[in-house]
């Protein structure tokens, strides 16, 4: 009888472990890759990608159209990429992975810079227009829709008449950087707070905190 029931046993091939789909997050931070760009407004993307992979302890590594990292919180998988096609050409890398990884349009989430809204103001949105910023209006143009997340992190407007190209380009002024670290961990808690409690309860959560 042992016997008979050890033969039985022995056919079962463990079952792998599959990924639910439906738990895993692309987060994409939008900006420009190099030097030149990294400290500048229009980066903020990348930065609280940056912030938010040092506190998670993990790093970045090179792979097709961006730099990407991943992270693992409360059973959801984060996987934070920042895009090296240059801002206007933004969509091309967040279709390829959202393929790559076969993740679902309402887990992608986009974080990018916002001339409407006060410094440090943060904002999720589930729809909405490019408002004029290239990087979503590349990405509404790939994906062929408007109804797709982004995170919107308020840099001011605060530039004379003329001077928004130098000003979104530009580097942080002495005062906002003081204030940046308590907003990059604000934004840090936002992205997992979308992986982990919803967009609506995110939203209801930190919308203009």
Do not use: C
């Not at 079962?12 to 990924?19: A, I, L, Y």
């Not at 090296?84 to 393929?99: D, H, I, P």
């Not at 670290?181 to 992205?191: C, D, H, M, W, Y």
């Amino acid at each position: 009888m042992l016997s008979f029931f050890g033969r039985i046993l022995s056919k079962k091939k463990p079952q792998k472990e599959e990924q639910d789909p439906m738990k895993k997050f692309l987060i994409v931070g939008l900006g420009n890759p190099g030097p030149k760009y990294e400290n500048t407004r229009h980066n903020i993307g990348f930065r609280i990608l940056d912030y938010l992979a040092q506190k998670e302890e993990v790093s970045f590594t090179t792979q097709k159209l961006g730099d990407v990292a991943q992270f693992k919180f409360k059973g959801r998988t984060f996987i934070l990429l920042k895009p090296s096609t240059y801002m206007n050409l933004s969509g091309k890398a967040v279709n390829y992975w959202l393929q790559k990884e076969k993740i679902a349009l309402e887990n992608l989430l986009i974080v990018t810079d916002d001339l409407n809204l006060a410094f440090g103001t943060i904002r999720l949105k589930t729809k909405g227009s490019d408002g004029g910023h290239n990087g979503l209006k590349d990405i509404q143009h790939t994906l062929n829709t408007s109804k797709y997340n982004r995170f919107r992190f308020g840099i001011s407007n605060e530039f004379s008449k003329g001077q928004q190209i130098d000003y979104v380009l530009g580097e942080w002024g002495e005062e906002e950087k003081k204030e940046m670290t308590e907003r990059l961990g604000k934004s840090a808690e936002l992205i997992k707070s979308f992986g982990t409690a919803g967009v609506s309860n995110t939203m209801n959560s930190f919308n203009g905190k």
